[in-house]
């Protein structure tokens, strides 16, 4: 019964209707706040997804990723609010900009293994941070960017309306889950997952290591970058603090929710905690006594998150029921035990 | 000496060991058969109290220690001396054995005692004993291996395929000293891919298969058995 | 087909390969064996590049491949498999294998953004390769199993057949028969001879002396880093010096 | 002249903080090998329950000091076994994120209970030594002089101690530990008893001249990070070396160069370091 | 009876809690005494006021959640926000979807970029900085050694105080602002401005920090006087510094335990017995500014923002002096609340106020 229920949920005809759903989920709506916090969780969910292709898909735990979000947001500001550039323009320099960082980063970092490259990426995150916030001349420091240019709709929409923002930033989201689900079936995915699964190994099939590594890392800058810029375009004000590495620790517990290295577990994680945060804001500061302990609880009873517990359980489950039980036949005896008497 | 009744071990809803029971009598060397994942290596992880058996009762010299922690076992005296030898590498071959007196750490005359006898077992030791236990070769870390466990003082040794990647030469050692150590009255149970030289020193073997013992006899029995000799032995 | 030449590598101030020159032929059956720490494993690390070696050469058909990188050594032919493999264990055999064939493949982001005509084709031929390296290795039953519910002797396959998916020219077998009975040892021997009978040329390293001297054609013995014997099973078992090192004078433990 | 060896007083009584900090870290890690984020909130409840021995109960320095140290080693124990023993076989990022919910679980505890108000703690050691203009405050001679002498106890500790043995021996191989009978729920226990007796001395020796408020761990925490990979995960010389590198470069830096790039510049030499030796100053090989 | 919410959106977890707490302890203090009152009416109807508090850890992104929410779920006609981050993220959105900013910040701008629907609460500190420099460059001399915090608003601060240092012929012998709140010590960056032998220096973050910058200071044979940002309240100083003693020559605003008006001491009375502790500024200026938000709404009868903007400089000069510890007076047309700027010099361990010499 569960199980013909799970297969709903994989048939490929669901995800149209989660997007259907998705689609009608301003006239569901009460009020324009929830649009609004589906909006920015749409928004961190794409920055999500681009920790997946470098931590759950490279296995490589990349904590500069609030950092990279960060950079994508100030270069949309700064270029928007300083140099007067639209939206658009800005966006794609965003984009660029981050990729290309990226590169640079990563060139240095992937060198480095397991903690060794936690820690250190944890230290670039921290360095742009700190970067943003005393580089005055640059990046107005800690007073931060006012005036960021909103997304222009050419006269069709109006960008700076919540309602229109949603379905852009859901479009945005679509694209990355859409490019994501593709990439994790095809070749390049697989080679990302095998560098996951061991360095050597992975280089005894032929993968250059650095190459793939830089390009999952590079691929996941970039989301960050996009996520980092929409986010500028949505509150229109941004300071160092957006660098901050809690933002980084959120995206993780997200992803970790969800469900890493899964296709709609980022989303899951992401969606499900930023509702769950803001349905406790009620108890104000004591918040965090029960979602400390929750986060702790979640981690230990669904260590793959919910998506990949689920999946795990379905694919256990269809075994089941395709080859009911495939006994191994005995060597020695014909299988009864040994009458023991001893 | 040891006693298993009906066992049952599981892996979250897969079951490793089924229904087992087996006795390891004082002094004997009991050879354990079985193909890899057959649970050889479960059944003494089990024994050891490193797993916990689902069912069934596990007794040794008359007292129950199904369940047990792992220190509680080792010190009622059974010892395991795991499969991959599992040293602590950055510490010295001496630092190592008197690890292995760790459950006796307060008598320390005993353990000179014992130490003695290992160096004498294994003269090479002696020789390496200030050096890390990782910059061996392969068979003196089996050896090493094996006089820490030696030095817990066991009454009943668990040995978990001691020639595991080792050079014929030194499996051949291997098994002469095993039966020395078993000769000088340490009961051993022994898991062995290797079944042929087991099945000579051995007094009694199981054989295992899927989680179930499926077959038990003499030396001479299985020796002589068609299907033994063609599963396990070979041509 | 492949030939050493002066190959030596130090760790420090251990030569853990020493001097070592040899040539393997084509469509045989290549073993190593030597004592624990002779330096087996070192020196297949050497050859398909995870190493570089201090001094010395290794020709591959003709070709130096000594400076390369080991994704490139693989590219020219070589496979290999480790002692333990780290497989994927939440996903299925053909999963796992798929990647195999990935080095033979060009198709990278671009192609993966505008779904090509070449990107389509290259996955499906990698998909094919694994179906055809599983079929190989007999495994073509267990291909949607995840590989956390195969057994160890399964897993060994598998990971000859991804070794097999990389269309290898020659493939590296460390001690694939480390801790299997000696049934299935008997199906891996058979196994490696119906890659020969394929066209590979097969190096191992294994210390069943039984299946060694039943499968190989040549056999080199290594102690210290040093190559202290050479030539078919026959000589080399009743080589004294190699009786002295490795085997031991009783035949019957070493059987 | 003077002003240079002021700098290395001052180098000194950050490295020596920062180093006791990282300790505690470090020791957790090379034996459990869990990188634990929440080790800065141990540190913060440190300073909290000396602030509260101390003000609230009028406790001595020492006595509160000694108080703060069994509670947060207790507390730290209960972290062990309600969840990061729970989490032994998971990875490592699993850790990371149970430790995240810890740390924010332990401000939330905290600052319900005083609020997050910046508070101070006095100690008995409010002298000014000068030595020919070179000036010492009595508290930070005494943080130079406690962190020497835990560095050298702990040392001994493991070394010369059976017990510290069986520590060492978890670190190496933990199955290993289990087959001669060492109970590696008690190690696992006393590790994270000792990293929090550690956390709790350190913020006790320093809150004196600094202030206790709810988030006084975050930034130690960082640099501590930035301690142990800098000396190599694991190691204990290299927790103080790169106590003393970050210490010593933070006195200088802030100094002779700014004040406000003085973290940069700490964060900026552990990217340098680690860009030429990727394992770290002090690594034992690599796994 | 009826309801009327009034949204807060601020620091209550985190770096910067306490400071959010201690604005929230100000606004819920007020609430609680209109309510106590009675309420207040209108156009006949009794409304009771009810202070609905969010988190945003000092996050400007999650402010503006939060307003959107205080505005959507709980209509509320004004939210408080105290930091300028919040205060810009809000102004993107205010007037489209209606609210008032009660922005408690001095930063000037907030107010300058003509948003008509933001209160700025506290005065612009321009005028301190004038007042402080005159003062300091007169009886302490004239080289300067910049000590002041990195936030935002100390950034600010700092450069108009050396602006206004230079100009008027003084000398800026160091500038090495230090992270007040993330500093693990001051040790380092004192030293340094010690080592340039200044007579002033300026200082200040928040209180606490503050009292360890000038202690350590002290500790290391500084002899001059400070100029104190006006964040950092003198007396709180003096507390984590070791007492007034060590702050003589101290230039800072008048704390409102200096307060000679019986409006201040009443306030700070109540304050002392409702929660056990002395009130800060942001206390009080956001206690007065809910009593002139909620006076507003009585005038003009209505909760509809536009209207109570309106209204809100005629409500604030006719508060009830003994819910206006500061004593303001009006409200600007671009929405500044004025209080006339004071100096406090600390002198023989006391703190004395001064009269402000027009220039
Ligand atoms: N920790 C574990 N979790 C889940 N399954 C396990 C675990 N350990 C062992 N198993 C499974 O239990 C079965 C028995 O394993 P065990 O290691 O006891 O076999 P073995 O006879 O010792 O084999 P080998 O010869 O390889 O040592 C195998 O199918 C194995 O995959
Ligand atoms: N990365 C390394 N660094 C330092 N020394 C090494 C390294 N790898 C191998 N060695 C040393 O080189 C020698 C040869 O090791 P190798 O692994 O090649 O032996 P082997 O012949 O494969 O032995 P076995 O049969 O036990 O697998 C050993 O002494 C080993 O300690
Ligand atoms: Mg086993
Ligand atoms: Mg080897």
Redesign the interface.
Known sequence: MLFKLGSLLLHPAFKYALIVLALLFPLFASNEYQVYVMASAFVWAIAVYGLNIITGFCGQLNLAHGGFFALGAYTLGLLSADYGWSFWPAFVAALLFTAFLGFLVGVVSLRLKEHYFAIFTLCVGFIIYLLLDKWEELTHGPIGVRDIAAPNGFGLVDFTQTVPFYYLVLAFLVFAMWFMGKLSRSLLGRTFVAIRNGDELAQSLGINLMRNKTLAFVLSTTYAGMAGALYAGMIRFIGPEDANVQHTFDMITYLLVGGIGTISGPLLGTVGIVWITQSLQFLEEYRMIIFGPLLVILVIFFPRGFVGSFLTWMHRESQKQAAPSKKKESRVSTGKGVENNA | MLQLKNVDVCYGSFKALNNISLSVDTGELVVLLGANGAGKSTLFNTISGLNKPVAGSIEFEGKRIGGLKPSAVVSSGIVQCAEGRKLFPQMTVMQNLMMGAYVHRRDKAGNKKYLDEVLELYPILKEKEHQPAGSLSGGQQQMVAIGRALMSRPRLLMLDEPSLGLAPLVVRQMFETIQKINSLGTTVLLAEQNAFAALKIATRAYVMENGQLVMEGDRETMLGNEQVRKAYIGA | MLKIENLTKMFGGLAAVNDVSVEFEANKVNAIIGPNGAGKSTFFNLVAGTHKPTSGRIILDGEDITPLRCDYIAQRGVGRTFQTTNLFEQASVLDNLIVGHRLRTKSGLWDVLINSKRLQAEEKACREKAREALNFVGLSHVENQFIADITQEERKRVAFALALATDPKIVLLDEPAAGVNPEETEGLADLMRKMVQHGLTVCLIEHKMDMIMGIADKIMVLDHGEKIAEGTPKEVRENPVVIEAYLGSDEDVAA | MN?FF??IV?GL??GS??GLVALGLTLV?GILHI?NFAHGALYMVGAFMSYFLMVDLGAHYWVAMAGSAVIVAGLAVLCER??FH??RH?????D???A??????????I??FW????R?MSSPFTG?MNFDGL?I?EQRALIIVGALVLVVALQLFLRKT?TG??I??MA??R???????????RVAMMTFAISGVLAAFAATLYAP???V???MG???I??A??II?LGG?GSIPGAIVGGMIIGFA??FG??YI???????IA??L??LI??VR???LFA?GAH | ESTVNIGFTGPLSGGAALYGENTLSGLRMAADEINADGGFDINGETYKVNIISLDDRYSPAQAATNAKRLKQESNVPAVFVPHSGGIFALQDFNEQDDFLIMAYTSVPTVTEKGNSMTLRIPPTFDGYVKAFTDYALEHEGKKLGMGGATHEYAKIWSSMIEKAWTSKGGEVVANNPMDYNKSADFYTGVSRIVASEPDVMFVGGASEPTGLVVQQARQLGFQGGFIVMDQAKIDEVAEVAGGLDMMNGAIGVVPLSVYETDAAKNFITRYEDKYGKTPGSEAAFNYLALHGLVKAMDMAETTEPKKIRATMNEAMSKLDPSKNPYEVTEVTEKGGFVTDTTLAVVEDGKIVQKEIENQ
């Open positions: 002003l002021q700098n001052n009584t950050l903080i920062y890690y990188p309600l969840v729970p989490l998971s990875p490592p990022i699993h990371k994120i149970a995240i919910g810890i740390l924010l679980f332990l401000e939330a505890v600052q319900m609020g997050s108000d910046f101070r000014i000036i405050p059976m043995a069986t060492i021996a190496q191989n199955e290993g530990a289990f087959l001669v009978g060492i109970d590696a729920n001249i600094n202030l408020y709810p988030a975050h930034i130690v960082m640099k990070f930035v990979i995960m933070e006195a802030g100094f700014s004040t406000s790039y003085k973290d940069i964060f900026g552990l990217v680690l860009s990727p394992q770290g034992k």
